[in-house]
Protein backbone atom coordinates (compact mmCIF):
# COMPACT_ATOMS: atom_id res chain seq x y z
CA UNK A 1 0.00 0.00 0.00
CA UNK A 2 2.61 2.40 0.72
CA UNK A 3 4.04 2.09 -2.65
CA UNK A 4 0.70 2.99 -4.29
CA UNK A 5 0.78 5.93 -1.64
CA UNK A 6 3.67 7.09 -2.93
CA UNK A 7 3.20 6.46 -6.36
CA UNK A 8 -0.41 8.77 -6.03
CA UNK A 9 2.26 11.61 -4.31
CA UNK A 10 4.46 11.67 -7.04
CA UNK A 11 1.35 11.71 -9.83
CA UNK A 12 -0.40 14.57 -7.72
CA UNK A 13 3.08 16.32 -7.92
CA UNK A 14 3.77 15.86 -11.30
CA UNK A 15 -0.16 16.96 -12.37
CA UNK A 16 -0.14 20.08 -9.49
CA UNK A 17 3.03 21.25 -11.54
CA UNK A 18 1.34 21.11 -15.25
CA UNK A 19 -1.80 22.72 -13.87
CA UNK A 20 0.50 25.07 -12.72
CA UNK A 21 2.35 25.37 -15.56
CA UNK A 22 -0.40 26.13 -17.72
CA UNK A 23 -2.17 28.68 -15.44
CA UNK A 24 1.27 30.48 -15.27
CA UNK A 25 0.85 30.52 -19.41
CA UNK A 26 -2.12 32.74 -19.15
CA UNK A 27 -0.97 34.82 -16.73
CA UNK A 28 2.35 35.74 -18.34
CA UNK A 29 1.98 39.16 -19.86
CA UNK A 30 3.12 38.76 -23.18
CA UNK A 31 5.15 36.67 -26.23
CA UNK A 32 8.68 38.10 -25.13
CA UNK A 33 9.29 35.83 -22.36
CA UNK A 34 6.75 33.10 -23.12
CA UNK A 35 9.95 31.01 -24.50
CA UNK A 36 12.34 31.44 -21.95
CA UNK A 37 9.30 30.67 -19.19
CA UNK A 38 8.25 27.64 -21.08
CA UNK A 39 11.50 26.26 -20.83
CA UNK A 40 12.07 26.57 -17.45
CA UNK A 41 8.66 24.88 -16.61
CA UNK A 42 9.29 21.93 -18.59
CA UNK A 43 12.38 21.27 -17.04
CA UNK A 44 10.80 21.85 -13.56
CA UNK A 45 8.14 19.24 -15.15
CA UNK A 46 11.01 16.81 -16.25
CA UNK A 47 12.16 17.24 -12.74
CA UNK A 48 9.39 16.19 -11.14
CA UNK A 49 8.69 13.25 -13.39
CA UNK A 50 12.15 12.16 -13.02
CA UNK A 51 12.31 12.76 -8.99
CA UNK A 52 12.15 9.21 -8.30
CA UNK A 53 15.15 8.69 -10.45
CA UNK A 54 17.10 10.95 -8.25
CA UNK A 55 16.28 9.44 -5.36
CA UNK A 56 17.34 6.06 -6.56
CA UNK A 57 20.67 7.36 -7.32
CA UNK A 58 21.50 9.61 -4.58
CA UNK A 59 20.41 6.91 -1.57
CA UNK A 60 23.10 4.61 -3.22
CA UNK A 61 20.59 2.07 -3.75
CA UNK A 62 19.82 1.22 0.01
CA UNK A 63 16.84 -1.12 -0.77
CA UNK A 64 15.01 -1.18 2.48
CA UNK A 65 15.27 2.46 2.55
CA UNK A 66 13.58 2.32 -1.19
CA UNK A 67 11.29 -0.07 -0.24
CA UNK A 68 9.40 2.88 1.85
CA UNK A 69 9.86 5.99 0.22
CA UNK A 70 7.31 8.43 1.43
CA UNK A 71 6.59 11.39 -1.38
CA UNK A 72 8.91 14.12 -1.99
CA UNK A 73 10.22 13.80 1.48
CA UNK A 74 13.69 11.28 1.03
CA UNK A 75 12.88 8.16 3.50
CA UNK A 76 10.29 8.37 6.09
CA UNK A 77 11.12 6.03 9.18
CA UNK A 78 10.01 2.97 8.00
CA UNK A 79 7.39 0.78 10.90
CA UNK A 80 10.06 -1.12 12.16
CA UNK A 81 11.37 -3.47 10.27
CA UNK A 82 12.30 -6.13 12.43
CA UNK A 83 16.47 -7.48 12.53
CA UNK A 84 16.99 -11.09 11.86
CA UNK A 85 18.54 -11.72 15.20
CA UNK A 86 14.26 -10.52 16.30
CA UNK A 87 12.91 -12.83 13.42
CA UNK A 88 14.87 -15.98 14.74
CA UNK A 89 13.83 -14.94 18.13
CA UNK A 90 10.55 -14.88 17.39
CA UNK A 91 10.89 -17.99 16.02
CA UNK A 92 12.04 -19.58 18.56
CA UNK A 93 9.27 -18.43 20.97
CA UNK A 94 6.85 -19.16 18.49
CA UNK A 95 8.11 -22.74 18.85
CA UNK A 96 8.10 -23.18 22.23
CA UNK A 97 4.72 -22.18 22.18
CA UNK A 98 3.66 -24.46 19.61
CA UNK A 99 5.71 -27.38 21.39
CA UNK A 100 3.91 -25.97 24.61
CA UNK A 101 0.32 -26.46 22.91
CA UNK A 102 0.99 -30.08 21.57
CA UNK A 103 1.78 -31.08 24.85
CA UNK A 104 -1.02 -29.74 26.44
CA UNK A 105 -3.39 -31.51 23.70
CA UNK A 106 -1.67 -34.74 23.74
CA UNK A 107 -1.71 -34.75 27.70
CA UNK A 108 -5.31 -33.90 27.34
CA UNK A 109 -6.11 -36.30 24.91
CA UNK A 110 -4.56 -39.61 26.75
CA UNK A 111 -6.33 -38.26 29.82
CA UNK A 112 -9.82 -38.27 27.57
CA UNK A 113 -8.22 -41.68 26.07
CA UNK A 114 -7.86 -43.07 29.73
CA UNK A 115 -10.98 -41.95 31.27
CA UNK A 116 -13.25 -43.47 28.34
CA UNK A 117 -11.15 -46.60 27.75
CA UNK A 118 -10.48 -47.31 31.47
CA UNK A 119 -14.09 -47.96 32.23
CA UNK A 120 -14.90 -50.20 29.62
CA UNK A 121 -12.32 -52.42 29.90
CA UNK A 122 -11.99 -53.11 34.04
CA UNK A 123 -15.59 -51.81 35.57
CA UNK A 124 -13.47 -49.10 37.12
CA UNK A 125 -13.90 -45.49 36.88
CA UNK A 126 -11.46 -42.89 36.56
CA UNK A 127 -11.55 -39.91 38.96
CA UNK A 128 -8.78 -38.59 37.52
CA UNK A 129 -6.50 -38.83 35.24
CA UNK A 130 -2.88 -37.09 34.89
CA UNK A 131 -0.69 -36.71 32.39
CA UNK A 132 2.88 -35.32 32.57
CA UNK A 133 4.33 -35.13 29.43
CA UNK A 134 7.45 -33.54 28.29
CA UNK A 135 7.54 -32.11 24.47
CA UNK A 136 10.87 -30.61 23.43
CA UNK A 137 11.78 -31.06 19.70
CA UNK A 138 14.66 -33.39 20.00
CA UNK A 139 12.99 -35.97 22.43
CA UNK A 140 9.12 -35.55 22.98
CA UNK A 141 8.22 -38.19 25.79
CA UNK A 142 6.01 -39.07 28.46
CA UNK A 143 7.24 -38.29 32.00
CA UNK A 144 4.21 -39.43 34.18
CA UNK A 145 1.03 -41.03 34.30
CA UNK A 146 -0.83 -40.36 37.45
CA UNK A 147 -4.36 -42.10 37.63
CA UNK A 148 -6.70 -42.29 40.66
CA UNK A 149 -9.83 -44.79 39.86
CA UNK A 150 -12.74 -46.28 41.80
CA UNK A 151 -14.68 -48.76 41.28
CA UNK A 152 -17.71 -48.53 39.41
CA UNK A 153 -20.81 -47.44 41.15
CA UNK A 154 -22.90 -49.88 39.45
CA UNK A 155 -26.40 -51.19 41.10
CA UNK A 156 -24.58 -53.45 43.95
CA UNK A 157 -22.01 -51.34 44.75
CA UNK A 158 -24.62 -48.44 45.48
CA UNK A 159 -26.46 -50.46 47.62
CA UNK A 160 -23.26 -51.26 49.34
CA UNK A 161 -22.34 -47.50 49.63
CA UNK A 162 -25.82 -46.48 51.21
CA UNK A 163 -26.15 -49.49 54.07
CA UNK A 164 -22.05 -50.45 54.29
CA UNK A 165 -21.66 -50.88 58.01
CA UNK A 166 -24.87 -53.34 57.98
CA UNK A 167 -23.45 -55.92 55.32
CA UNK A 168 -19.90 -55.57 57.57
CA UNK A 169 -21.80 -56.73 60.44
CA UNK A 170 -23.61 -59.30 58.95
CA UNK A 171 -21.21 -61.18 56.64
CA UNK A 172 -18.07 -61.01 57.92
CA UNK A 173 -17.03 -63.83 56.12
CA UNK A 174 -18.00 -62.49 52.66
CA UNK A 175 -16.37 -59.24 53.73
CA UNK A 176 -16.95 -56.58 51.00
CA UNK A 177 -14.07 -54.00 52.13
CA UNK A 178 -11.26 -56.57 52.28
CA UNK A 179 -12.53 -58.33 49.20
CA UNK A 180 -12.76 -54.78 47.09
CA UNK A 181 -9.56 -53.86 48.32
CA UNK A 182 -7.59 -57.22 46.92
CA UNK A 183 -9.41 -56.63 43.89
CA UNK A 184 -9.02 -53.39 43.55
CA UNK A 185 -5.35 -54.05 43.85
CA UNK A 186 -5.39 -56.60 41.16
CA UNK A 187 -7.28 -54.54 38.58
CA UNK A 188 -4.93 -51.38 39.63
CA UNK A 189 -1.89 -53.17 38.35
CA UNK A 190 -3.79 -54.43 35.59
CA UNK A 191 -4.67 -51.09 34.87
CA UNK A 192 -1.00 -49.88 35.09
CA UNK A 193 0.10 -52.50 32.71
CA UNK A 194 -2.66 -52.04 30.17
CA UNK A 195 -1.44 -48.46 30.21
CA UNK A 196 2.05 -49.44 30.19
CA UNK A 197 1.50 -51.87 27.30
CA UNK A 198 -0.59 -48.79 25.19
CA UNK A 199 2.08 -46.37 25.18
CA UNK A 200 5.03 -48.53 25.87
CA UNK A 201 6.14 -46.75 29.51
CA UNK A 202 8.34 -47.99 32.49
CA UNK A 203 6.29 -49.18 35.70
CA UNK A 204 7.93 -46.42 37.88
CA UNK A 205 6.06 -43.64 35.59
CA UNK A 206 2.70 -44.92 35.67
CA UNK A 207 0.91 -44.62 38.81
CA UNK A 208 -2.54 -46.08 39.46
CA UNK A 209 -4.10 -44.71 42.79
CA UNK A 210 -7.29 -46.80 44.14
CA UNK A 211 -10.04 -44.86 45.90
CA UNK B 1 -9.39 47.17 -8.74
CA UNK B 2 -12.04 46.33 -10.79
CA UNK B 3 -12.10 45.87 -14.64
CA UNK B 4 -14.47 49.40 -15.49
CA UNK B 5 -12.16 51.11 -12.82
CA UNK B 6 -8.94 50.02 -14.73
CA UNK B 7 -10.38 50.66 -18.12
CA UNK B 8 -12.13 54.23 -17.12
CA UNK B 9 -8.46 55.14 -15.13
CA UNK B 10 -7.00 54.01 -18.88
CA UNK B 11 -8.97 55.95 -20.56
CA UNK B 12 -8.62 58.51 -18.74
CA UNK B 13 -4.93 58.53 -18.65
CA UNK B 14 -5.16 58.33 -22.29
CA UNK B 15 -6.79 61.38 -23.08
CA UNK B 16 -5.20 63.40 -20.12
CA UNK B 17 -2.19 62.11 -22.00
CA UNK B 18 -3.32 63.14 -25.80
CA UNK B 19 -4.07 66.62 -24.37
CA UNK B 20 -0.38 67.29 -22.37
CA UNK B 21 1.77 65.78 -25.02
CA UNK B 22 1.79 68.69 -27.29
CA UNK B 23 2.84 70.87 -24.73
CA UNK B 24 4.51 69.01 -22.31
CA UNK B 25 5.60 65.56 -23.57
CA UNK B 26 7.69 64.71 -20.42
CA UNK B 27 4.06 65.04 -18.80
CA UNK B 28 2.70 62.76 -20.62
CA UNK B 29 5.35 60.32 -20.10
CA UNK B 30 5.55 60.58 -16.31
CA UNK B 31 1.51 60.31 -16.60
CA UNK B 32 1.38 57.09 -18.77
CA UNK B 33 4.35 55.28 -16.21
CA UNK B 34 2.79 56.39 -12.89
CA UNK B 35 -1.16 55.19 -13.87
CA UNK B 36 0.53 52.08 -15.26
CA UNK B 37 2.35 51.40 -12.10
CA UNK B 38 -1.09 52.28 -10.13
CA UNK B 39 -2.92 49.37 -12.00
CA UNK B 40 -0.17 47.14 -11.44
CA UNK B 41 0.25 47.52 -7.98
CA UNK B 42 -3.96 47.52 -7.94
CA UNK B 43 -3.61 44.43 -9.51
CA UNK B 44 -0.53 43.03 -7.78
CA UNK B 45 -3.28 42.20 -4.96
CA UNK B 46 -5.30 39.88 -6.82
CA UNK B 47 -2.07 38.16 -8.21
CA UNK B 48 -1.04 37.28 -4.48
CA UNK B 49 -4.68 35.56 -3.86
CA UNK B 50 -3.64 33.36 -7.29
CA UNK B 51 -0.41 32.68 -5.66
CA UNK B 52 -1.66 31.54 -2.80
CA UNK B 53 -4.18 29.81 -4.16
CA UNK B 54 -1.32 27.63 -6.15
CA UNK B 55 0.80 27.72 -2.92
CA UNK B 56 -2.01 26.06 -1.24
CA UNK B 57 -2.39 23.41 -4.24
CA UNK B 58 1.07 22.70 -4.31
CA UNK B 59 1.94 21.75 -0.36
CA UNK B 60 -1.21 19.47 -0.29
CA UNK B 61 0.09 17.62 -3.17
CA UNK B 62 3.48 17.43 -1.44
CA UNK B 63 5.08 19.52 -4.48
CA UNK B 64 8.79 20.17 -3.90
CA UNK B 65 9.16 23.65 -2.47
CA UNK B 66 12.07 24.15 -4.95
CA UNK B 67 10.14 23.75 -8.11
CA UNK B 68 7.16 26.48 -6.38
CA UNK B 69 9.64 29.19 -5.45
CA UNK B 70 11.18 28.40 -8.93
CA UNK B 71 8.13 28.94 -9.96
CA UNK B 72 7.08 32.18 -8.74
CA UNK B 73 10.40 33.96 -9.17
CA UNK B 74 10.10 33.19 -13.03
CA UNK B 75 6.50 34.71 -12.73
CA UNK B 76 7.79 38.07 -10.97
CA UNK B 77 10.74 38.35 -13.12
CA UNK B 78 8.77 38.27 -16.23
CA UNK B 79 6.09 40.73 -14.76
CA UNK B 80 8.49 42.77 -13.70
CA UNK B 81 10.93 43.00 -17.25
CA UNK B 82 7.75 43.15 -19.20
CA UNK B 83 6.17 46.54 -17.63
CA UNK B 84 9.45 47.94 -17.36
CA UNK B 85 10.16 47.55 -20.96
CA UNK B 86 6.62 48.51 -22.19
CA UNK B 87 7.00 51.71 -19.99
CA UNK B 88 10.71 52.13 -21.87
CA UNK B 89 9.39 51.47 -25.04
CA UNK B 90 6.26 53.59 -24.15
CA UNK B 91 8.75 56.74 -23.88
CA UNK B 92 10.61 55.59 -27.21
CA UNK B 93 13.78 53.91 -25.94
CA UNK B 94 13.44 50.73 -27.72
CA UNK B 95 16.77 49.80 -27.21
CA UNK B 96 16.41 50.10 -23.35
CA UNK B 97 13.28 48.16 -23.20
CA UNK B 98 15.07 45.56 -25.41
CA UNK B 99 18.10 45.42 -22.73
CA UNK B 100 15.33 45.30 -20.21
CA UNK B 101 13.76 42.31 -21.75
CA UNK B 102 17.29 40.62 -22.42
CA UNK B 103 18.00 40.83 -18.54
CA UNK B 104 14.81 39.27 -17.83
CA UNK B 105 15.44 36.42 -20.15
CA UNK B 106 18.56 36.30 -18.60
CA UNK B 107 17.38 35.89 -15.12
CA UNK B 108 14.54 33.38 -15.63
CA UNK B 109 17.12 31.20 -17.14
CA UNK B 110 19.86 31.26 -14.49
CA UNK B 111 17.24 29.97 -12.57
CA UNK B 112 16.72 27.00 -14.91
CA UNK B 113 20.47 26.30 -14.04
CA UNK B 114 20.26 24.02 -11.04
CA UNK B 115 17.83 22.10 -12.26
CA UNK B 116 19.84 21.97 -16.06
CA UNK B 117 22.44 20.84 -13.93
CA UNK B 118 20.44 17.93 -12.16
CA UNK B 119 19.11 16.69 -14.87
CA UNK B 120 22.32 16.52 -16.90
CA UNK B 121 24.06 15.45 -13.62
CA UNK B 122 21.63 12.68 -13.67
CA UNK B 123 21.80 11.50 -17.00
CA UNK B 124 25.68 11.31 -16.89
CA UNK B 125 25.28 8.89 -14.19
CA UNK B 126 22.77 6.59 -15.80
CA UNK B 127 24.99 6.35 -18.73
CA UNK B 128 27.97 4.09 -18.80
CA UNK B 129 31.40 5.93 -18.31
Redesign the interface.
Known amino acids: MRHIEWMGDWLKQIILLVLIATFLDMLLPSNAMEKYVKLVMGLLILMAILSPIFKLLSENLNLTELAFLDGSKAVVAMPEMKSLADINEQTSQLKKKQDQVIQQKTEESMETWMKKNIPDRFAMEVVSADVIAQFTSENPHIEKIHLVVREKATGASAKQQINPVQEVSILPSNDPTTHTESTSNETGQKIQSFIQQTWNLTAEQVEVQLE | MEILQVVGLGLITTILILVVKEQKPIFAFLLATFVGITIFLALAGK?AD?IRI?EN??TQ????NL??E??LK??GI??I???G?QVTRDAGQGSIASKI?LA??VL??V??IP??T??IE?IV??LPA
Open positions: IVLLAAHVNFLTIIIAYAEFAEGKIMMAIIVITSI
